[in-house]
């Protein structure tokens, strides 16, 4: 397939020399025919008309340069008559151009998105490997820490691959957290409190505000165990759903740094509730959507960390089980059921 660059070059230079062409060749026959022809034949035949024929002549000498007169300006005019071309063959060269010109435009773009979410799907692939490396080493250990410790772990381990598979800009403001479900003595509900994490700004974990079941965007994605997609936070309607209340403290930076959000349920067999949510935003707005149109979305990078933190909870429970805590197993954590 010939490149949209060169083919687009190609077609300039194409229309450029039809148009150069064509005026050059009006530009010499037109100098010609007005100097060659019909000025010297107009002057010719109009100073004949000042002689008189000589007495006992039919036909006298100037007469003759009038009628050599007429006939150039006669040749004159038949020569602009086939000379005066069509112009409509190259405007319509011209109209061809510029459609194509639009068609390679939009493959332009097509093929930047292209290559854009090919960036992107490399480097998620990086990730995933890094990742499943990093669980492979974890769960070859004699001793294995908590899953708080593995969760970071696997987060520190591709934290540039994700970045990029999620799309992020230097410039941007952006979270990759992991909330872990975890049931409270006081009320007996579930809150939502971030064991690992990646940011923009970065903060202690114990700095991380958590979410009662139920509240915000991770407590909606664990109280429903559905996916939860949001491309505008300021859009009308949405921040009355995803809104912080009594119970979640409210930070002045939140309406700069929170625009568009997606989070994930982390869903272990065989529980039904969630172990927990994997949640990413963005100060971008759009920045996640639910776009139905085929490539790789930032959403499927957010989906690929949830799976994978499943798959490596549900690893380290069953060497758990066959070693015990006795030889450097830990206990799996008992996800909250709902009542």
């Known amino acids: 397939m010939e490149d949209p660059l060169t083919r687009l070059?190609?077609?300039?230079?194409?229309i450029g020399g039809r148009f150069k062409n064509r005026s050059k060749r009006i530009s010499r026959g037109t100098l010609f025919v007005k100097l060659a022809l019909l000025a010297l034949g107009g002057l010719a035949a109009g100073a004949s008309q000042f002689f008189l024929i000589p007495e006992g002549e039919v036909f006298g000498v100037w007469n003759s340069v009038g009628v050599i007169g007429a006939a150039l300006v006669f040749l004159g005019a038949l020569y602009l008559a086939a000379t005066d071309e069509d112009a409509s063959d190259d405007l319509e060269s011209a109209r061809s151009a510029i459609s194509t010109a639009y068609e390679l435009y939009a493959q332009l773009d097509d093929l930047e998105i292209y290559f854009d979410e090919m960036e992107r799907a490399k480097e998620l692939y990086f990730a995933m490997k890094t990742m499943a490396q990093t669980l492979e080493s974890w769960l070859t250990q004699e001793r294995r820490g908590t899953e708080d410790e593995l969760v970071q772990a696997l987060v520190e381990s591709a934290a540039r691959s994700l970045r990029i598979a999620l799309g992020f800009q230097v410039a941007d403001h952006w979270t990759i957290c992991i909330y872990k479900a975890t049931p409270t003595d006081a009320d007996a509900r579930t809150m939502l409190t971030c064991v690992g994490h990646d940011r923009s700004v970065m903060c202690e974990l114990k700095d991380a505000r958590p979410w009662p079941d139920g509240v915000g965007i991770p407590g909606v994605a664990f109280a429903s165990g559905r996916e939860v997609v949001i491309p505008n936070l300021f859009?009308?309607?949405?921040?009355?759903?995803?809104?912080?209340?009594?119970?979640?403290?409210?930070?002045?930076?939140?309406?700069?740094?929170?625009?568009?959000?997606?989070?994930?349920?982390?869903?272990?067999?065989?529980?039904?509730?969630?172990?927990?949510?994997?949640?990413?935003?963005?100060?971008?707005?759009?920045?996640?959507?639910?776009?139905?149109?085929?490539?790789?979305?930032?959403?499927?990078?957010?989906?690929?960390?949830?799976?994978?933190?499943?798959?490596?909870?549900?690893a380290n429970s069953a060497i758990s089980c066959k070693t015990g805590p006795e030889n450097g197993g830990s206990e799996p954590k008992k996800t909250p059921e709902k009542p």
């Open 9 to 14: 070059f190609s077609l300039s230079e194409d």
């Open 235 to 314: 859009a009308p309607g949405v921040s009355d759903i995803f809104h912080v209340n009594e119970n979640v403290e409210a930070r002045e930076t939140d309406k700069s740094r929170y625009s568009s959000a997606a989070a994930v349920p982390i869903l272990v067999e065989p529980h039904k509730t969630p172990w927990g949510v994997v949640v990413a935003t963005s100060s971008c707005t759009d920045h996640f959507h639910n776009n139905e149109k085929p490539g790789l979305h930032t959403i499927d990078a957010v989906r690929a960390l949830a799976a994978m933190i499943a798959l490596a909870f549900s």
